[in-house]
Structure formats: structure tokens, C-alpha cells
């Protein structure tokens, strides 16, 4: 098992940065790509950005594509996502997510282990 555990979420103006983190721990050495996804209310949970543990290949949604940079710190197991000129339509629950495989990186039924979420909300 793989647990994850997201943070760094908050309440930031339109226009600012974040930066999620995700920790994990257990058997990590079984994980071949982290993601993050989000869901805000009322829609569908979204790919947001992915990367390969061994390799560190990147993967980005178009929505958040110049603007997210994901990276990870193998010997912290843990992967970061920094977001950068927020707007208010990536307001969302962030959750971070790993895959046992390399698959589709943007397909959320493929990833494993799934951490709680963390909210980011983005005011205008």
C-alpha cells in the first residue's frame, strides 16, 4: 500500500502562486507515476499534471499548461505542484495521485492510490 498526503492548499488572489505538495510513503518503490487531479463542484475530476517517478518525464493538461510546473524530490518521495497566475476556475479540491504502471496519465481510473484532497480556492 501507498498512502499520500497532499498540502499546501488555500485561499489566494487571482493572479497569485501555490505550490501543493504530496507526500507519500509505504511501498513507494512500486510507484511509477504521481499526478495531480482536481474536481471542483459540480464536475467531473480533471487531470491537472503528471509525472514519471524515474525519469521525472512531465505531463500537462492544456488548461494549466505554462502556468503549473509538477516536479518531485525522489529522496523525499514526494512531488510538488506549483501553480502560478491562478484564476478563479482553478478553484477545486487538488488531489494527488499514484500509479503502479506507466499508463494513460490522464485517465484518473488508472492511478492506484489517491491522497484526501486539498482545497484551492482562487478569489477574483
Known amino acids: 500500500q501507498v498512502q499520500l498526503v497532499e498540502s499546501g492548499g488555500g485561499l489566494v488572489q487571482a493572479g497569485g502562486s501555490l505550490r501543493l505538495s504530496c507526500a507519500a510513503s509505504g511501498r513507494t518503490f512500486s510507484i511509477n507515476v504521481m499526478g495531480w487531479f482536481r474536481q471542483a463542484p459540480g464536475k467531473e475530476r480533471e487531470f491537472v499534471a503528471a509525472?514519471?517517478?524515474?525519469?521525472?518525464?512531465?505531463y500537462y493538461a492544456e488548461s494549466v499548461k505554462g502556468r503549473a510546473t509538477i516536479s518531485r524530490d525522489n529522496a523525499k518521495n514526494t512531488v510538488y505542484l506549483q501553480m502560478n497566475s491562478l484564476k478563479p476556475e482553478d478553484t477545486a479540491v487538488y488531489y494527488c495521485?499514484?500509479?503502479?504502471?506507466?499508463?494513460?496519465?490522464?485517465?484518473?481510473?488508472?492511478?492506484?492510490?489517491w491522497g484526501q484532497g486539498t482545497q484551492v480556492t482562487v478569489s477574483s
Open positions: 495521485a499514484a500509479a503502479r504502471t506507466i499508463v494513460p496519465v490522464s485517465t484518473a481510473r488508472n492511478y492506484d492510490y
Open positions: 509525472i514519471r517517478w524515474s525519469g521525472g518525464i512531465t
